[in-house]
């Protein structure tokens, strides 16, 4: 029996033991002269067999860049590795959507064997454009991965900074000075202090989760934001907490084109 499914108004079936859909959509071309086209990579897969409307499923809604496949491998490889947080950690990352999903289902048919219920697992990646400016392109990638059975699903975000002059991944050491990494991370302090004042937490709650590194940065026209993933310096239901430090402070300690000035 053949089942259809809609992406972006494109119709996506399966026949047999996998569901895959594609959808490639281009997006309107930035007015900048360096900017990247970007197309719009829509995928869904869903159990072999399932019949009913409680199916284990596998989500894709990424990027591709025609003008520099490397940023398109690029992009993937690392949103795949961040859907593999629970689903099999000792594996290595699947090379393709279609391994990714192949594998994830066939976990899921064995996590539904020992759920209760009409239990199901679920998968999610996602890639967005988080910013853009002075040609630098922040995509954020996330991913939600739920196996039938547990408490709750994992979320993680991962910015990935991409400099559209040329056309390279820009890695988080990169934008800072030479020298300055203490001096950052003292930065940092400050936007966990922040953070801590406003969201009321106590002196026993930062003794509990204290503040760790990371290098996990947006780099935005008129702050850096550093994201951090659950469980890293607050409890699950806190969520993905953003730290924020304004320009001024990075004054200094970042390279002037992270701070939207020149090269």
């Not at 900017?35 to 869903?46: C, F, G, I, M, T």
């Not at 509990?208 to 590194?213: D, E, H, M, V």
Request: proline residues 5%.
């Amino acid at each position: 029996m053949l089942r259809t499914f809609k992406t972006l108004g494109v119709g996506l079936s399966l026949a047999g033991a996998l569901l895959l859909g594609g959808c490639l959509a281009a997006d309107t071309s930035p007015s900048e002269p360096f900017a990247l086209a970007s197309l719009a990579v829509e995928k869904q897969y869903v159990a072999p067999g399932c019949q009913g409307e409680q199916c284990s499923t596998v989500t894709i809604s990424a990027l591709a860049f025609p003008q520099a496949p490397a940023l398109s491998e690029a992009l993937q490889t690392r949103l795949l590795t961040l859907g593999m947080a629970i689903s099999d950690e000792t594996a290595a990352p699947a090379e393709s959507w279609d391994a990714y999903a192949e594998r994830f289902l066939s976990l899921a048919e064995e996590d539904n064997q020992a759920a209760p219920g009409d239990m199901t697992s679920e998968a999610l990646l996602e890639a967005t454009v988080h910013a853009r400016h002075h040609d630098l392109l922040v995509v954020e990638l996330n991913s939600y991965v739920y196996h039938a059975g547990q408490a709750h699903g994992l979320p993680l975000t991962e910015y990935m900074v991409i400099d559209e002059r040329e056309r390279r991944v820009v890695e988080a050491d990169e934008m800072l000075l030479d020298g300055q990494e203490a001096a950052f991370d003292a930065l940092l302090v400050q936007a966990h202090q922040r953070w801590i004042g406003e969201m009321g937490f106590d002196d026993q709650f930062t003794a509990n989760w204290p503040l760790s590194q990371s290098h996990n940065i947006a780099p935005l026209e008129n702050s850096w934001e550093v994201t951090y993933n659950v469980y890293e310096i607050a409890p699950y239901a806190v969520g993905q907490p953003t730290l924020t430090i304004p320009l001024e402070a990075l004054e200094g300690v970042a390279k002037p084109r992270y701070l939207g000035r020149g090269r």
